[in-house]
């Protein structure tokens, strides 16, 4: 325990899901939160979004673990929102050590409207680019940024969307670009002490997953398939027996690229991906 005693985190998506999970794991090891969710639907997103209801549960469970929080609603897509929501986060727990660029979506269908592409890249990639440089301003050396990828950027390459729609074609693409702005801006931020990193998971439970419109895109052949039915497609995709990974295994990696073991880890793009990446031979 308290492998991140006294560290400040913000984190984005933090309503639920990966998000919420990076936020329990993290205040378990010591840090206080701020986090951040938009809390409200997004058109072109066939599931529901986080709601405030739940980033208060949130913020309860990180009480619970016995550190503070402070929560913001903040659509990522508004840099000056965000940095606004930021910098009093900030002023109110003392510091920022670390950054976790979680928020994203995954707006399939092959019926979704071309805003699909426009908002999955403004949300997936612009707003990882807005948390990171809003938090910035406040980052000293020894601090961490840790974006949250996808294996997708390894293994989806472009073309005709078909059932993925425009919208799953923008989500690895969105992926992919993480990593091209790893390369280019972990060598600026090392010789100040600062480190940047990408974690890339495979299929994850959350409610990006599972939904009918993720469904449809492993199970074409049913009209309306269902959560068993759709876990049989996920399977094929991991190399290890299973359909899927739990956030919480993606949010050990999140703790120690966050902790002071990863201090001299910087410009890297972790796979937590079950072998899905040299299963599929990219």
């Known amino acids: 325990m308290g492998r991140v005693e006294g560290k400040v985190v913000v984190i984005t998506g933090a309503g639920r899901g990966q998000g919420r999970s990076h936020a329990v794991r993290l205040a378990e090891e010591g840090a206080d939160i701020i986090a951040i969710d938009i809390c409200e639907d997004i058109e072109v997103v066939r599931y529901p979004m ?158 990006m997953l599972h939904n009918e419109a993720m469904y449809k895109v492993f199970r074409p052949d049913l009209e309306h398939p269902t959560r068993e039915d759709a876990e049989q497609g996920f399977a094929q995709v991991l190399g290890m027996p299973r359909p899927y990974v739990d956030p919480i295994d993606i949010s050990h990696a999140v703790t120690y690229l966050a902790s002071d073991e990863s201090r001299f880890v910087t410009g890297i793009q972790l796979r937590v991906d079950a072998g899905t990446v040299v299963k599929l031979g990219k």
Do not use: C
């Open 50 to 207: 986080s709601s405030w209801e739940d980033l208060e549960e949130t913020a309860k469970l990180v009480v619970n673990a016995g550190r503070r929080v402070v929560t913001k609603q903040v659509d990522v897509r508004d840099r000056a929102a965000l940095q606004k929501a930021i910098d009093e986060g900030v002023e109110e727990l003392g510091k920022l050590d670390v950054v976790v660029a979680n928020a994203g979506i995954g707006a399939l269908g092959e019926d979704r409207p071309i805003s699909a592409f426009t908002d999955t890249v403004d949300i997936n990639l612009v707003g990882v680019l807005n948390t990171v440089h809003a938090s910035l301003p406040h980052l000293v050396e020894g601090s961490s940024i840790i974006m949250i990828g996808s294996s997708a950027a390894y293994v989806a390459t472009h073309g005709a969307a078909g059932p993925m729609g425009p919208g799953g074609m923008a989500y690895p693409f969105t992926k992919q670009a993480l990593g091209h702005y790893l390369n280019w801006f972990a060598p600026i931020l090392a010789p100040l002490g600062r480190r940047i990193n990408v974690v890339h998971p495979t299929n994850v439970d959350t409610d």
